[in-house]
């Protein structure tokens, strides 16, 4: 069962559970974090992706605790390859954490190798990095403008392994046009409003045990509209709502359980995807450099870049959308 959620309302209730799992098409979940008593892990998730075609930036910030850890990954899609690193602190404590909402807020993080601003507010979000020995090869940095368009949204909440003191809540945003500049050594790469594109994805959780996690996600052009896409795996407690979605023009339409058939310790195979009555049928295949797969391992967490083929069949669609070498990659985490 689907469970689409209109009215604003608090995550928690007095004692502690989560008042209502589903999801929503605009930000109605008020995060009152306050009132929860989940004794288990409280993590906090910050993550972009900017794309316009020619190079793609993976950037993730995340404070569980104790950990923190920045990860960031360059992909040079018409020349092929990628460059990766990441940040990663144990016992660590981050001052003030990261932004209590996934509309505003401030967050600013330096040690000696690198440098790193997030501004966010109502109208759009400002990205700066500067990353000595890159890969521990080169410096790179980045200064980008994201410009809020108008879109709606995926905002969901459920209590995890039924337990409902244990929350995951995310929103994906795939609702900006990205302007800005990437440099990684000797090669600079131009972001333009017309061509480069960003999606933010903001979570929050408290959960009583490790997970791994799987998502399908795309944001390009088709026929010269706007299409994003997000596939993953279960989380929580989801019978009233889960993650799988597409965007076209700004426009949600929600999917329900979507079967995956891939060979996780061969990750230069296709990755297969299915959903219910042929409403989608699509396949992943990952870009490869010399035969191995075109992926960014950092901490925790691996980004594999490739393309998408196949169809999403809706009934309200006069058209199946085709799905015809678009740009997509998988990632695949632990937390």
Not at 37 to 57: C, H, T
Not at 136 to 144: C, L
Not at 152 to 167: D, G, K, Q
Request: glycine share 8%; hydrophobic share 35%.
């Amino acid at each position: 069962m689907q469970r689409e959620i209109t009215a604003p309302c608090n995550i928690f209730e007095e004692n502690g559970e989560v008042m209502q799992a589903g999801w929503a098409r605009t930000p109605v979940f008020r995060l009152n974090e306050e009132l929860s008593k989940a004794r288990g892990k409280f993590g906090e998730k910050d993550s972009y992706f900017v794309n316009n075609g020619e190079v793609s930036l993976y950037l993730s910030v995340e404070n569980f605790g104790t950990e923190f850890s920045i990860n960031i990954a360059v992909a040079d899609l018409k020349r092929g390859g990628v460059i990766s690193d990441c940040v990663y602190k144990k016992l660590h404590i981050l001052r003030g954490g990261l932004p209590k909402t996934g509309s505003n807020g401030e967050f600013f993080y330096s040690d000696k190798r690198m440098a790193l601003q997030l501004d966010s507010n109502m109208d759009g979000r400002f990205l700066r990095c500067e990353f000595e020995e890159f890969g521990g090869r080169q410096p790179m940095e980045f200064r980008i403008l994201l410009k809020k368009t108008l879109s709606e949204s995926l905002n969901e909440l459920a209590p995890f392994e039924r337990n409902r003191r244990y929350f995951y809540f995310k929103r994906f945003a795939p609702d900006y046009m990205a302007k800005g500049t990437i440099r990684v050594g000797g090669m600079n790469y131009s972001l333009e409003e017309n061509n480069a594109r960003a999606y933010f994805d903001w979570t929050r959780f408290s959960k009583p045990r490790p997970h791994h996690y799987q998502r399908l996600s795309a944001d390009c052009m088709i026929d010269g509209k706007r299409f994003s896409l997000c596939l993953a795996s279960r989380v929580g407690d989801n019978r009233y709502g889960n993650e799988n979605c597409f965007f076209y023009e700004g426009k949600l339409e929600k999917l329900s359980q979507i079967n995956v058939k891939g060979t996780p310790n061969r990750m230069d195979r296709p990755f297969y995807f299915r959903g219910g009555m042929s409403a989608l049928d699509i396949t992943f295949k990952p870009f490869t450099v010399h035969g191995s797969a075109m992926t960014a391992d950092m901490s925790g967490t691996s980004v594999i870049f490739g393309r998408l083929y196949g169809t999403i069949n809706r009934v309200d669609m006069e058209q199946p959308l085709v799905l015809d070498n678009a740009q997509a990659h998988l990632v695949f985490s632990e937390f």
